[in-house]
Nanobody, 124 residues
Framework: QVQLVQSGGGLVQAGGSLRLSCLASGRAFSRLAMGWFRQAPGKDREFLATISSRGGTTFVVPSAEGRFTISRDNARNTVSLQMNSLKPEDTALYYC?????????????????WGQGTQVTVSS
C-alpha cells in the first residue's frame, strides 16, 4: 500500500497557475506509475494525466495538453501537476493516485491508492 499526501491547490483567477504535489510513502514509489484525476461536483472522477515509474513516459488528456504538465522526482517520492492557463471549468477536487504497475495507464481501476484530494477553484 502507498500512502499519498497531497498539497497545493486553492483559489486562482482564470489564466493563473497552480502546482499540485503528492508525497508518497509505503510501497516502492519508484516502481509505480502515477496519475492525476479530478472530480467536479455532480460528475464522475475523470483521468487527467499519467507518468511512468521512471518518468520517461507521460500522457495528458487533450483538454489539458499544453496547459498541464505531470512530473515526478523519485528521489523525493513526489509527483506533481503543474497547471497553467487555468479555466473556470478546471474547478474540481483533484486527486493523485498510485498505479498497480510501472507503465502509464488511463484506466481508473488500475490505480490502487489515492491521495486525500485537493480543491482547485478557478474564478472567472
Amino acid at each position: 500500500q502507498v500512502q499519498l499526501v497531497q498539497s497545493g491547490g486553492g483559489l486562482v483567477q482564470a489564466g493563473g497557475s497552480l502546482r499540485l504535489s503528492c508525497l508518497a510513502s509505503g510501497r516502492a514509489f519508484s516502481r509505480l506509475a502515477m496519475g492525476w484525476f479530478r472530480q467536479a461536483p455532480g460528475k464522475d472522477r475523470e483521468f487527467l494525466a499519467t507518468i511512468s515509474s521512471r518518468g520517461g513516459t507521460t500522457f495528458v488528456v487533450p483538454s489539458a495538453e499544453g496547459r498541464f504538465t505531470i512530473s515526478r522526482d523519485n528521489a523525493r517520492n513526489t509527483v506533481s501537476l503543474q497547471m497553467n492557463s487555468l479555466k473556470p471549468e478546471d474547478t474540481a477536487l483533484y486527486y493523485c493516485a498510485a498505479s498497480k504497475g510501472d507503465v502509464t495507464t488511463t484506466i481508473i481501476s488500475n490505480y490502487a491508492d489515492w491521495g486525500q484530494g485537493t480543491q482547485v477553484t478557478v474564478s472567472s
